[in-house]
């Protein structure tokens, strides 16, 4: 039996119509929910339709074969690009032989009809064996909803096998189920804050309502052996997951109707519109897209806390860790709060009027690493009314403030204070960074995430097992007044909820009144003011060589002490390290710390000399050491590099690059390709010639590689060491070992003007896209001649995009401009490139500055049309 070609035709056009229809009543009326039901019955209608042409006409049937919807479809949950997921039930094996070219040819009608299915087939007694391996399947039955075929069968799934498979193995499903939401959990950093979330799968999302009920039914079941409505979920809290499913449905919705596609990431375009239309906000007044994300966060917020309780509160579903320090969690109780299973109770429910009581519990939260029970928090928020007619103010705040911040767990304390609403009812001066979103495509979170993040950076280093956090660790523990860095971070950005261009003015305006009223004494507060004034100081000092001694100086001078100075190191590196997992490379991480050594020593006096070869330096003594042999021609090489040369250049390193140089007889270019940890390093030894240094990078630019970092010298006797460090986009290198040779080929070629470069930058401009350009980077060129005694600095900041270094490095040369130094940065789409620049030798004059700024801008802007 095939199915008619007319019945296909006019299954397409129900299709085509319905949906459009569907489209046209979401448009008009934006109601996520109808939207799902209309299309679940215009899907459950083919389906039936093509059940009776293509497997049996008789109704129920056949016997011993059901058609099950399973996971959304069987929710009832069809939104506009969702796979459709079908379970075939066979009664036994002998089903599946007689139906199986039936089913083949059922699927292929579907598919054929441009939709998308995702199906199982299992046998009765197959769907009672839980496979730990595929807890997925085990849940999507608890979903399941009868669509055609043998009814008795279905019973004989829904009403006995599913309660008694549930029963039997609550255990394992629950433990499965809550290691998978972990998982995803920590794919996206245990956060709902994300500048542009995935409706679906962050934490906070879609996924995670389906899991709080899941949870809490698989726990009810477990218990009482059936399908009886015994959901752990309380009213209040069912209200308010009821509410987040409404918005949710209602976004996911557009966001399929907008892509055309199940694509569920809210982008910053989608956002805009959503905002614009209202989308999930009933009668709601017109919309700021950041007024918009506040409401899908509040929402978020209340499906995570939700998802959270739950693990937290069955068993079944704790970690392994959880299930190792439970017992001794249990026995921190104290005479006001008690624990019980790792959860913080209250021994008196009415203790909470009294304010005091309430900073204690989150400074006994933060200390111990608890979480608070449901009950605890259903609690705080009765007590918030009252406590917003006065809240706690001045000395006693400060107090218990500082306490808290200074535990191990501040962060989570933090975090909790913030979703409950009790911390911008302390700090007010916090609430216009509430889940606020910046567009920098820097920061993968939102302000007030990424400030309580930056504070957990820094309790965690204790844990960690880096040298460098190491290193940190140490430093952070040397503070005299580690909380007044903790309060700084806090505020360090809350001036990016107000508007004006220059968020750190604003930020110390807000902090200033945070400080009045918190009554913090005048040395403390004129600490936490000077750390918000200065948290970028330190950042933009990374785009000088900061290996250079006036550089060094200049900028040990404006910070004036080194506790100061201890603090603003580990202020950057946790305001770095909290934009997003990859801002904290390893490059940037030394760099913070090469600074603030060299800034220590300045301020101890005992700033970095010059080094020369003939000296007596450390260093230099171990390279002499490894060249025993070659001491003339060791001091012939060295002579004459920049001091940055012998600081980023282990002795190892050196004695390399010395080798190749030496090999100049056999090949006057040598080339050494690395691959280190996080990126690539290709390392040129040659002689000094014109537009080498733009010329090296063009061929990285026709390779298609992205330059992070590099490094440019020359010495006394014009030998040319450059380093540049870059990672390969295409995994050109990572996936063809012979790729290697015919790169390191292809430099030595373009050098000896064997290869033209041109015509590989052509080939290159040509095989690739242009990406979408997200956040537009205003160009600008800022010129220094004061910060070196030698080098004119230029800073160009630019859009970021490929070949964009070669073109600069380029035009530099066409200026003749000799770079002494390159230091490469990106930030999200903005490059940040800083040159140490000669020309004949000397600095840059006025007019050939003036020549050199109006060549690149107008390279820039050629970049900008696609030139």
Same mark, same amino acid.
Request: glycine fraction near 6%.
């Given at each position: ?9 006019? !299954? ?34 083919? +389906? ?38 079908? /379970? ?40 009672? #064996? ?53 998982? #995803? ?5 245990? $956060? ?30 477990? =218990? ?19 509410? *987040?499913?409404?918005? +949710? ?16 990431? &809210? ?13 999930g906000v009933a009668d709601a007044a017109e919309l700021t897209a950041a007024d918009w994300m506040r409401i ?61 009581? /309430?900073? #204690? ?37 400060? &107090?218990?403030?500082?306490?808290? &911040? ?24 916090? =609430? ?45 523990? @040397? ?11 806090? !505020? ?58 006036? $550089?060094?100086?200049?900028?040990? @001078? =404006? ?8 603090? !603003? ?18 490059? =940037? ?49 060295? @002579? ?29 270019? #040598? ?9 690539? @390093? ?34 006394? *006797? ?118 140490? +620049? ?9 007019? +050939? ?19």
């Open positions: 039996m095939t199915a008619t070609s007319s019945l296909i035709g006019e !299954l397409r056009s129900c299709i085509a119509e319905e949906s459009a229809r569907i489209a046209r009543d979401f448009a008009s009326a934006g109601d996520g929910a109808a939207a799902v039901a209309q299309r679940t019955r215009l899907i459950e209608d083919i +389906l039936k339709r093509l059940w009776r042409e293509l497997v049996s006409a008789e109704e129920p049937g056949p016997r011993g074969f059901t058609l099950v919807a399973t996971g959304g479809f069987g929710r009832a949950w069809l939104f506009p690009y969702s796979d459709i997921d079908l /379970l075939f039930l066979y009664a036994d094996r002998s089903g599946e032989q007689t139906y199986k070219e039936s089913i083949r040819r059922f699927s292929q009608e579907l598919w054929d009809l441009k939709l998308k299915l995702s199906p199982a087939s299992r046998t009765l007694s197959e769907c009672d #064996r839980f496979d730990p391996n595929n807890t997925e399947f085990t849940i999507s039955l608890l979903d399941c909803r009868y669509l055609a075929g043998d009814r008795q069968l279905f019973a004989r799934l829904h009403d006995k096998l599913i309660p008694k498979l549930v029963t039997r193995e609550s255990k394992p499903l629950l433990q499965g189920l809550a290691e998978m939401t972990r998982a #995803r959990h920590g794919k996206f950093g245990q $956060t709902v804050f994300h500048l542009e979330p995935n409706l679906k799968e962050t934490p906070g999302g879609l996924r995670d309502y389906n899991v709080a009920c899941w949870l809490a039914q698989i726990s009810a079941m477990g =218990k009482l052996g059936d399908w009886s409505d015994a959901s752990s979920l309380r009213a209040p809290v069912r209200k308010q997951l009821d509410a *987040a499913l409404e918005f +949710l449905m209602a976004a996911r919705c557009f966001l399929h109707f907008r892509y055309g596609r199940d694509d569920n990431s &809210l982008s910053w375009e989608a956002q805009d519109e959503a905002a614009a239309r209202g989308i899908y966060f509040g929402h978020a917020r209340a499906v995570q806390r939700t998802v959270t309780q739950l693990l937290e509160e069955i068993p079944e579903a704790w970690s392994l860790l959880r299930r190792q320090v439970q017992g001794w969690k249990s026995r921190t109780s104290s005479p006001d709060f008690s624990v019980v299973d790792g959860l913080i109770f209250l021994q008196q429910s009415s203790s909470l009027q009294d304010s005091e009581m /309430l900073l #204690r519990l989150f400074h006994f939260m933060a200390h111990h690493g608890l979480r608070l029970s449901a009950t605890t928090e259903h609690r705080i928020a009765q007590a918030l009314p009252a406590l917003a007619v006065a809240p706690p103010r001045g000395a006693e705040l400060w &107090l218990y403030l500082q306490e808290t &911040l200074l535990q191990p767990h501040a962060a989570e304390a933090l975090r909790a204070m913030h979703s409950l609403r009790l911390l911008t009812l302390l700090l007010p001066e916090l =609430k216009p960074i509430d889940s606020l979103v910046v567009r920098d495509f820097y920061h993968r979170f939102t302000v007030d995430e990424h400030s309580i993040l930056a504070i957990e950076c820094l309790h965690k280093l204790n844990q960690s097992q880096s040298e460098w956090d190491e290193r940190y660790a140490e430093l952070l523990g @040397e503070l005299e007044d580690p909380e007044l860095l903790y309060l700084a971070l806090l !505020l360090h950005d809350t001036g990016k909820g107000m508007p004006g261009g220059n968020h750190v003015e604003t930020s110390l305006e807000i902090a200033g009144r945070c400080l009045d009223r918190l009554d913090v004494e005048s040395g403390e507060r004129a600490t936490v003011l000077y750390l918000i004034g200065s948290h970028l100081e330190m950042s933009a000092q990374l785009r000088r060589d900061i290996f250079n001694p006036e $550089t060094v100086a200049a900028f040990a @001078e =404006k910070i004036g002490t080194p506790e100061r100075l201890k603090m !603003l190191c580990l202020l950057t590196y946790a305001d770095i390290k909290a934009v997003n997992p990859e801002a904290l490379t390893p490059w =940037k991480a030394e760099n913070i710390w090469q600074l603030y050594i060299g800034a220590a020593n300045y301020l101890n006096r005992s700033a970095d000399q010059r080094v020369h070869g003939d000296l007596g330096d450390e260093k230099l003594a171990r390279l002499r050491s490894l060249a025993p042999l070659t001491g003339l021609k060791f001091k012939d090489f060295v @002579e004459g590099f920049p001091q940055r040369y012998l600081l980023v250049h282990s002795a190892e390193e050196v004695m390399r690059h010395m080798a190749m140089a030496e090999e100049f007889g056999h090949d006057p270019v #040598r080339v050494d390709l690395r691959r280190g940890r996080h990126w690539y @390093e290709l390392t040129l030894v040659t002689k000094d010639r014109p537009s080498l240094f733009a010329t090296l990078t063009g061929v990285l630019a026709a390779w298609g590689m992205n330059i992070v970092k590099a490094n440019a010298f020359s010495n006394q *006797a014009g030998i040319v060491v450059d380093t540049l460090f870059f990672t390969d986009r295409f995994r050109t290198l990572e996936l063809n070992m012979s790729e290697w040779q015919r790169f390191t080929h292809s430099v030595t070629g373009v050098l000896a003007g064997s290869v033209d470069l041109d015509r590989m930058l052509g080939d290159r401009q040509r095989s690739e896209k242009h990406a979408r350009v997200k956040v537009v980077v205003e160009s600008r060129i800022d010129f220094d001649s004061e910060c070196s005694s030698s080098s004119t600095l230029l800073q160009v900041i630019a859009q970021d995009r490929p070949r964009l270094l070669h073109r600069i490095s380029s035009c530099l040369s066409q200026q003749r401009c000799n770079i002494e130094i390159a230091l490469i940065d990106t930030e999200g789409q903005m490059a940040i490139d800083t040159f140490y +620049l000669t020309s004949e030798g000397r600095k840059l004059t006025a007019e +050939l500055q003036h020549a050199v700024e109006k060549n690149l801008l107008k390279e820039l802007k050629g970049l900008e049309l696609g030139g």
